[in-house]
Structure formats: structure tokens, C-alpha cells
């Protein structure tokens, strides 16, 4: 499975985004996907799964929405009212089977990831 992470760019604090990430490969509708982002200087986290179940994390809850179209082997992540904290380079990634709740947003589950995609937030 291949993915391509799309759609970052620069917004203004308060204006949405909607990053995508087209899988190549069969059985998407099969695999767990998750978003996860890196901010300069910190380590890797989870933004939001979706899969055997949707899961978000608390930043990012009320604001961000995961989707996806299975026909399009195509997942989203719509990303409204941008906080300059949301500043990070965003990675799809794929995981095979379903994970449900917490299982979903360990990074190690995860056996292919993007190339990223930046997204910067002004103030």
C-alpha cells in the first residue's frame, strides 16, 4: 500500500483545511487509517483514526472530522477553526485489520504511512 497526503498549505488562525490521502493497493475499506501530526521540535501524536471505530484526540475534537470514501481508496481529514498550535506536518498511515478505541492511535499498529504534508496556521 502506497499513500499520498495532500492538501496542507498555509491558513490564517481560524480557517479550515481538508488534507486527503489516496491509498494505492486493494481492500481499503479493510484497513484501519489514522492522521497523526509532528509540531517542530516535538514528537509524532495522534489526531484522529478511523476504522473499527472513530476516535479523536481531545485537541482536536469539536474541529477536526475524519472520513473516508472507501470507493476512492481515499481518506480525509477536514480540519476547521486552525489554531497556530495545529502548525505540524501531517502524516496519514495504514493499518491492517480494524482497531477499536485506544489500540488505534499507537503509531506501531501502523504499517504504512505517507510522505506528509505541512500545514502552517498564522495568527
Known amino acids: 500500500v502506497q499513500l499520498q497526503a495532500s492538501g496542507g498549505g498555509l491558513v490564517q488562525a481560524g480557517g479550515s483545511l481538508r488534507l486527503s490521502c489516496a491509498a494505492s493497493?486493494?481492500?481499503?475499506?479493510?484497513?484501519?487509517m489514522g492522521w497523526f501530526r509532528q509540531a517542530p521540535g516535538k514528537e509524532r501524536e495522534i489526531v484522529a483514526t478511523?476504522?473499527?471505530?472513530?476516535y479523536y484526540a481531545d485537541s482536536v475534537k469539536g474541529r477536526f472530522t475524519i472520513s473516508r470514501d472507501n470507493a476512492e481508496n481515499t481518506v480525509y481529514l477536514q480540519m476547521n477553526s486552525l489554531k497556530p498550535e495545529d502548525t505540524a506536518v501531517y502524516y496519514c498511515?495504514?493499518?491492517?485489520?480494524?482497531?477499536?478505541?485506544?489500540?488505534?492511535?499507537?503509531?506501531?499498529?501502523?504499517?504504512?504511512w505517507g510522505q506528509g504534508t505541512l500545514v502552517t496556521v498564522s495568527s
Open positions: 478511523s476504522g473499527g471505530s472513530t
Open positions: 493497493g486493494r481492500s481499503f475499506g479493510n484497513y484501519n
Open positions: 498511515a495504514a493499518a491492517r485489520g480494524r482497531y477499536y478505541g485506544s489500540s488505534a492511535t499507537f503509531q506501531g499498529v501502523y504499517d504504512y
